[in-house]
């Protein structure tokens, strides 16, 4: 079983991407032959950013992965752009991309729309490399939080295509996302999810936040009238609370509503503080050694792009091969 997930790089993950994914690559790891994580620093050039601090983020996301438990020993951990392979490949799967599929994708609705300046045709090519990224690695198993669903769905469609048409070449690769925790959502409106582009810090409690402002910021999320620590109508924010509060504790959502019975929402959102606190603890407690060593982390990128690579072009030499496009094979 092959396993491959990418993430963007900044220093702004949230307990949304812990939750809904970076907790799977660590699990995966034991799963996967192998797994296989990208840091995709070209997906981040698709929006306005600063080049140097793309490189600080860059260090930041790989000491964040690594702190939360990833071991280069046991999973291939590497950057997007040192496997020139992907960015090949997403030309070539151009070919069988439909413009139509490209402009159904939410995610980029959202995003074009918040951009000041510049639309940049990268932002709508997105999905397209998103879709390199998995298929030149043959993964069977994408793992994921629910806002890629589409994106998973569109990559399947891409290698279901490119097989017809060209001959059986791809794999086909399903999408992983958790049952409890897909979707975490912001904690001052949780009608929208937790994510890094919201304006204001309040709604996202970040991987590397301390432990005051985790607690401040748990301590004020929006609830409602009610009493009752329970999911239901109109209970989406206290809903949340009880996922990410299952997660961090291991329990069932069920039993976290039993848990709580008859308690009031402060005596929750307090044991809820504790709880995440806790869990981030291991994370927060090794990141700053691990960060601070970029010719370390440089280092582990190396090793995992050669290892990346040496899969990536056998892939590519297929495709290219199935597309008529290169030197001929004999
Ligand atoms: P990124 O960096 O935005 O998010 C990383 C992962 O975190 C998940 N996630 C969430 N899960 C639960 N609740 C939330 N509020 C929440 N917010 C984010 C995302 O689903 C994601 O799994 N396009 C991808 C990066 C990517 C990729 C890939 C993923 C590039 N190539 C190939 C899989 C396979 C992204 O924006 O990640």
């Known amino acids: 079983m092959r396993i491959f997930s990418g993430i963007q790089p900044t220093g702004r993950k949230h307990l949304g991407n812990y939750i809904g994914a970076i907790r799977q690559y660590v699990e995966g790891q034991d799963r996967g ?44 951990l590497f950057r997007q752009s040192d496997v020139p392979e992907q960015t090949e490949l997403t030309w070539l799967l151009s070919s069988v991309t439909a413009h139509g599929d490209l402009n159904r994708m939410h995610q ?38 629910d806002d890629q669903r589409q994106h998973v769905e569109l990559m399947r469609e891409i290698a279901r295509r490119f097989n017809e048409r060209f ?29 890094t582009s919201v304006p204001g810090d309040a709604g996202r409690v970040l991987v590397l936040d ?10 004020s999320a929006v609830t409602d009238s009610g009493r009752e620590v329970k999911r239901g109508e109109g209970k989406e924010g206290v ?7 299952a997660v961090a ?6 039993e976290v509503e039993a848990e709580f019975e008859g308690a009031g929402y402060g005596d929750f959102k307090k044991a809820l503080a504790d709880a995440v606190v806790e869990y981030l603890k291991p994370v927060r407690e090794r990141y700053p050694e691990i960060r601070e060593d970029e010719a370390g982390l440089e280092r582990i990128l190396a090793e995992g792009a050669a290892k990346a690579r040496a899969l990536a072009s056998e892939t590519l030499a297929d495709v290219r091969e199935a597309m008529g496009v290169g030197v001929p094979r004999s």
């Open 239 to 245: 809903a949340n609370l009880i996922g990410i509060y």
């Open 210 to 219: 301390d432990e005051k402002a985790t607690r401040k910021k748990l301590g």
């Open 33 to 76: 032959d192998p797994a296989i994580y990208c840091i995709v620093d070209l997906h981040a050039t698709t929006v306005a950013y600063e080049p140097a601090e793309l490189r600080r983020n860059l260090y930041d996301t790989t000491a964040i992965l690594l702190a939360a438990g990833l071991d280069p020993g046991r999973c291939v």
């Open 108 to 145: 980029f609705k959202d995003k074009s729309a918040r951009q000041k300046d510049l639309v940049s045709a990268g932002l709508f090519f997105y999905p397209v490399l998103m879709a390199a990224d998995v298929l030149a690695y043959r993964a069977d198993e994408v793992p994921v939080g």
């Open 249 to 254: 504790t291991g329990k069932a959502e069920d």
């Open 167 to 195: 001959g059986e070449t791809l794999v086909v690769p399903d999408h992983k996302i958790p049952e409890v925790g897909a979707r975490i959502m912001d904690l001052q409106d949780p009608s929208r999810k937790m994510s």
